[in-house]
């Protein structure tokens, strides 16, 4: 099956293709001809999630999902949230978007001392396909589907580990002694947030494929 993840990020496209197997073709938004910087004007992830992946829909008409994530801290009142990537950016002047080590750098900061480090990393994918609703196929509907992953962990004091990407150094989840910069791909790739929402994305695929 052909699918269009509504990503050019290589580090996610890189993720999910590895989560997904060969089960799925998953293709990027350059694969299909897309280089839309997608505005992500939702104010939750269940939002921007569904805003890209309606884009997509809407222009090109291709089963497609799309994800949005965000890092929650319980001592900044669930911040950074939707806006993990431009954190610093929306703090800092002449702080750009993506920017992972000032978005680091800026959470430690906000963060302090405080000794409640409590944090989970939150990512919803939205899924829109096609269903026939005549037997020939001439009539169809759109359908939208959700799926949330969730990984509970805490922000360390400092940087660690090499891998991985975003917050991945300063996040430690639940159970384990390394941050996932530290775990690896393999391993990270088995437990994230976005892991167990790929995975549920894939069940529902494969039970309505099958």
Same mark, same amino acid.
């Given at each position: ?16 293709? $590895? %989560? !997904?197997?060969? +089960? ?11 280089? &839309? ?15 890209? $992946?309606? /884009? ?15 890092? *929650? ?27 992972? *080590? &000032?978005?680091?750098? +800026? ?5 302090? *001392? ?10 919803? %994918? &939205?899924? %829109? ?17 959700? #799926?949330?992953?969730?990984? *509970? ?8 580990? $090499?891998?991985? #990407?975003? /917050? ?11 941050? #996932? $910069? ?8 088995? %437990? ?8 549920? !994305?894939?069940? #529902?695929? +494969?039970?309505?494929?099958?």
């Amino acid at each position: 099956m052909e699918i269009v993840f509504c990503t050019n990020n290589a580090h996610k496209l890189s993720e999910i293709r $590895a %989560i !997904l197997g060969n +089960q799925f073709q998953v293709l990027s938004l350059h694969d299909i001809g897309c280089d &839309a910087d997608i505005p992500e004007t939702g104010t939750t992830l269940e939002e921007n999630a569904l805003i890209k $992946a309606r /884009y997509v829909w809407d222009r090109y008409h291709i089963s497609c999902f799309a994800d949005d994530t965000g890092l *929650e801290v319980d001592a900044l009142d669930g911040a950074p949230g939707i806006y993990s990537a431009r954190f610093a950016a929306m703090r800092q002047p002449g702080a750009v978007s993506h920017d992972a *080590e &000032a978005n680091m750098s +800026q959470l430690l900061s906000e963060l302090g *001392e405080n000794n409640n480090r409590k944090a989970r990393f939150r990512t919803v %994918i &939205a899924l %829109i396909m096609k269903k026939d609703v005549c037997p020939c196929g001439c009539t169809s509907i759109k359908q939208e589907h959700l #799926f949330e992953g969730i990984v *509970e962990g805490e922000i360390t004091r400092e940087r660690s580990g $090499a891998d991985g #990407f975003g /917050y991945d150094p300063i996040f430690r989840p639940v159970g384990y002694d390394r941050t #996932f $910069a530290e775990l690896g791909t393999d391993i990270k790739n088995q %437990i994230s947030h976005r892991a167990r929402a790929t995975q549920k !994305l894939c069940d #529902f695929l +494969q039970k309505t494929h099958s």
